[in-house]
């Protein structure tokens, strides 16, 4: 893939093309793949993402834990009752569907990463719900999740997407990035706009540390998948709106990638800071069997 | 995230997989399969060596069925997964899992596997960067990086001339077209190990043929990870 979002914004430009494009065009060249098999391997991907966020809305699903589970439902329920959420009727449904498909994830269901499990909620909350709001077609959000992609890989060739390596920032910011350029290019925005809607988003997620309760994949993150979509869609609205970023996408993503660097290891997926040792989740963590010895923690 | 790996569409949007996480639980499954085929055999035995973020936080994202389900030969998304310890147990595995410290240089999500079936055991260092993307970093005591994103050949051979115009003259026997290759040895006349990674499948028949001859200690086909 690409080895920065400026290299894939000038190539589409000068190609007059959408990011997608330039993103498939990559993946078949590296691949060796023909368009039409390239494209069929991301429509099974979408398949399971549709089906994971369904899965997490219709009933209430449960983790092995018993830490997370049932909120997509709680919060899909209220939405259906006629109550009307703060946050419209968009980014409500995306939060749910969010939400929904990390439950699903953390009961060990089938999901998709995108570009990680822990973070797997976002990108399919935020383009189902914009299908379901604007009629886009599957094939559309096949090219939404090219275009997502290419941006996802620029973030792991520069930075990382794993939070043992970055933190919260690395995954759920990445996700909810890769969203904003998706959803841009959705909604008619240009390639320009979708690399600023990338850094606004990032900028804003910046330092968020991963700090898992019990060392699962549950608290805090399904409700920081749904953070993730409210990101996304804030720096969509600015991006459309002709708002630049003040600093450009890379040198956001560049950042970001310092930040991590020096991110203290407390705070990058081992269990051993913020959330997961205030005294509810060191209890948490007992209570499953999963505490530390009191010497490793400070 | 540095290194030769190009990073595919499908590496981001993906891995298909059951939960909770793509790095302790596909990543693992990923690592334990790559493992399981340098091996070349289901493990009679493994230890299980875990460093990190992997060892801490390893139990609650189920790592350590992750790596077994690897060892086992399933994809990151089979549902047996959950249940792969008492599979292995079931097949006759011996699986001992301890915390190690690889070093400060080692990613945080790194596993040193040492896996025996009857007479053979390998020691295998990989780790799992992200997004469920792997890297293998080192067999036996040679380094090596080796991401399980093409077919590979591994070859451990005496090291003297001929050795690697032997294989290639098999590779062009059979046309098989050859991505990436490198040679790590021990010191001059000792063991070398080859890895090579291809665009074509690589036939059971060139790896057999290998084997048979009287320099090559073992050779592996690595199929690709495909899931």
Known sequence: MFDSLAQMIALAQTQGQPLHAIVIAREMAQSGRDRQTVRDKMYKRLVVMRKSAEEGIARPVRSLSGISGGNAWRLWQRLQSGYQPITGPILSRAVARAMAVNEVNAGMGCIVATPTAGSAGILPGVLLTLQEAYGFSDEQLVDALFTASGVGAVIARRASISGAAGGCQAETGSAAAMAAAAAVALLGGSPHQSGQAVAITLKNMLGLVCDPVAGLVEAPCVKRNAAGAAQCFIAVDMALAGIESVIPPDEVIDAMARIGRRMDPRFKETAEGGLATTPTGLRLAETLGRSKPPEELR | ?227
């Open chain 2, 1 to 227: 995230m540095p290194g030769k790996r190009l990073v595919s569409a499908f590496d981001i949007i993906g891995p298909i997989m059951v939960g909770p996480s793509s790095s302790h639980t596909a990543g693992a499954v990923r690592l334990g399969r790559l493992g399981r085929a340098i091996l070349g055999a289901q493990p009679q035995r493994a230890i299980m060596g875990l460093h990190g973020s992997f060892a801490r936080t390893g139990r609650g994202h189920g790592t350590d069925r992750a790596l077994v389900a690897g060892l086992l030969n399933m994809s990151t998304d089979d549902p047996r997964i959950r249940n792969s310890l008492e599979l292995a147990r079931n097949a006759g595995m011996e699986v001992i899992f301890r915390t190690v410290d690889l070093g400060e240089n080692a990613h945080p999500n790194s596993v040193e596997m040492i896996l025996s079936a009857g007479q053979q055991e390998i020691r295998v260092a990989g780790a799992s960067v992200g997004g469920g993307m792997v890297e293998i970093q080192a067999i036996d005591n040679y380094p090596i990086s080796f991401t399980g994103e093409h077919e590979a050949l591994l070859v451990a051979a005496k090291d003297r001339p001929g050795t690697i115009h032997a294989i290639t003259g098999l590779f062009l026997r059979y046309r098989v077209n050859i991505a990436f290759s490198r040679v790590e040895r021990q010191h001059r006349g000792g063991e070398a190990i080859q890895i090579f990674e291809t665009d074509d499948q690589i036939p059971d028949e060139l790896v057999a043929a290998l084997a048979d001859c009287d320099w090559v200690y073992w050779a592996r086909h690595i199929p690709r990870l495909t899931d």
